[in-house]
């Protein structure tokens, strides 16, 4: 397994321009990470560089870009919105491509409360058939994550329960989707990691490293600080001959420390893991 970082506590810091990206692949280098992972607060528009140029700096650095970390939301009530989305995630397959990044995460979308579960199902499912197709055509895996919520959202993913995660996966079994498992995301919905862990794990694409202090909060904390399960779920990772990529997600807040600590944890993780 190769490991990678999503620098979600730098995000606001790099695309204000009070942190130079190039400061962030220092550092990404200097702990020894195989890759990067990419989002859109990282490039322009939102962020300092193209998708050429963040590529061409994880290389002069030996780094790849793991994986684009995409924000769609399919749930929105009005037809023209949601087919807005798809063209954004149409956007993301032709920069994970210029990045040369190997998957593209999607998302289903916010849980809006006038959208029944039916219709969120329905269009979820028909407008991620049709990316995942589109990707698959371009030679992109796209991974569908258990998600909580986006830094531009007001409200929890959609898909926070493991049933309706599981649904949208069921209906989608039969196309080129995979799962993008966040390992301490099933906590912040009150529910049990291990248990959504092992419906999902032979569909699994690309795998967050995240933690939380206690479950059923919204705040994360360095990874091997909290109770998500780590350990045990790369260990069986490890065992089902997983070889992709594992992504620190390092969110909580606490600078370069944070990253030290996270990394440092799962890359002892899995070194132990067997």
Avoid at 152 to 178: C, H, M, S, Y
Avoid at 183 to 204: C, M, Q, S, T, Y
Avoid at 250 to 255: H, K, L, Q
Wanted: proline letters at 5%.
């Amino acid at each position: 397994m190769k490991l990678s970082c999503i620098p979600v506590t730098y995000f606001d810091a790099i695309s204000s321009g009070r942190m130079p990206v190039e400061r962030w692949f220092d550092f990404a280098a200097e702990l020894g990470l195989d890759g990067v992972e990419c989002g859109p607060l990282l490039l322009e528009p939102l962020g300092p560089v193209s998708a050429a140029q963040f590529r061409k700096l994880a290389e002069a650095r030996r780094l790849e870009v793991s994986n684009y970390t995409g924000y769609s939301d399919f749930t929105h009530p009005d037809a023209a919105v949601r087919a807005r989305e798809l063209e954004h995630v149409r956007a993301n397959i032709r920069l994970a491509l210029e990045l040369g990044a190997p998957s593209l995460r999607v998302l289903t979308g916010q849980q809006r409360p006038e959208v029944s579960r039916r219709d969120g199902v329905n269009w979820v499912v028909d407008s991620i058939r049709r990316a995942a197709d589109e990707a698959a055509r371009a030679g992109l895996r796209l991974n569908l994550e258990n998600h909580t919520k986006a830094f531009t959202w007001t409200q929890f993913d959609f898909a926070i329960r493991g049933e309706v995660f599981l649904e949208i996966l069921d209906r989608l079994k039969d196309a080129p989707v995979g799962v993008q498992f966040d390992i301490a995301n099933p906590l912040v919905a009150g529910e049990d990691p291990l248990a959504l862990f092992e419906k999902v794990r032979e569909r699994i694409g690309y795998v967050h490293v995240n933690d939380v202090a206690r479950p059923g909060v919204f705040e994360f904390v360095p990874a091997g600080s909290g109770v998500a399960p780590l350990r045990q779920v790369l260990a069986e990772l490890r065992r089902q001959g997983y070889q992709g990529w594992v992504g620190v997600e390092e969110a909580s807040r606490t600078g370069e420390e944070g990253f030290r600590k996270a990394v440092g944890f799962t890359r002892q993780a899995l070194a132990t893991a067997d």
